[in-house]
T-cell receptor
Framework: DAKTTQPPSMDCAEGRAANLPCNHS???????VYWYRQIHSQGPQYIIH???NNETNEMASLIITEDRKSSTLILPHATLRDTAVYYC??????????????FGKGTSLLVTP | DSGVTQTPKHLITATGQRVTLRCSPR?????VYWYQQSLDQGLQFLIQ???????AKGNILERFSAQQFPDLHSELNLSSLELGDSALYFC???????????FGPGTRLTVL
């Protein structure tokens, strides 16, 4: 399984862009990068995913390096409600097409006024 | 609201007991996943069912079992409970392709 490495915590001022890095240097060619977040013991929430191209949706942008060894999640205008633990996950495909998500420790993002 | 429901919200029980956690997936989703979140282990994948059949297994103890019924709801059974089983248990569901998982609000289990 490809492991991911994220900083344990980050701060961001409200209204500024939050850039959350993730290292996944052992990712294999058919593994996707997923981002989820968890707000204070609520169920995790899907944010975005990608394979090799950059992706954008209404929540965030995902920038994946050309060698796919790292990625950055960008929240363009962080709000206080974006304070959460952010998980970068490389999707594990198990036998019989099971799609388990292996959550690591994530990055605790604190958005300050 | 993810569309995934879990009952009960909270459960307090004693060591050695057995409990059943219930999950109703989003309408149309065939896959159901169970995850455990404890303070020391973080979020861990337990098991996945797809349309009634077990599809993948993670770090699920032998004292734990799950099933998915014809109406696609799922139950997680935890028996011979120990103090260390105290945790948040999340259910998630996804469509057949398993791309995006939608998580329920969780069941908080406390074993005394």
């Amino acid at each position: 399984d490809a492991k991911t490495t994220q900083p344990p915590s980050m701060d961001c001022a409200e209204g500024r862009a939050a850039n959350l890095p993730c290292n996944h240097s052992t990712i294999s060619g058919n593994e996707y990068v997923y981002w989820y977040r968890q707000i204070h013991s609520q169920g995790p929430q899907y944010i975005i995913h990608g394979l090799k191209n950059n992706e954008t949706n209404e929540m965030a942008s995902l920038i994946i390096t050309e060698d796919r060894k790292s990625s950055t999640l960008i929240l363009p205008h962080a709000t206080l409600r974006d304070t959460a633990v952010y998980y970068c996950i490389v999707r594990v495909v198990l036998p019989n097409s099971g799609y388990a998500l292996n959550f690591g420790k994530g990055t605790s993002l604190l958005v300050t006024p | 609201d993810s569309g995934v429901t879990q009952t009960p919200k909270h459960l307090i029980t004693a060591t050695g007991q057995r409990v059943t956690l219930r999950c109703s997936p989003r309408s149309g989703d065939l896959s159901v996943y169970w995850y455990q979140q404890s303070l020391d282990q973080g979020l861990q994948f337990l098991i996945q069912y797809y349309n009634g059949e077990e599809r993948a297994k993670g770090n699920i103890l032998e004292r734990f079992s799950a099933q998915q019924f014809p109406d696609l709801h799922s139950e997680l059974n935890l028996s011979s409970l120990e103090l260390g089983d105290s945790a948040l248990y999340f259910c998630a569901s996804s469509g057949g392709g398993g791309d995006e998982q939608f998580f329920g609000p969780g069941t908080r289990l406390t074993v005394l």
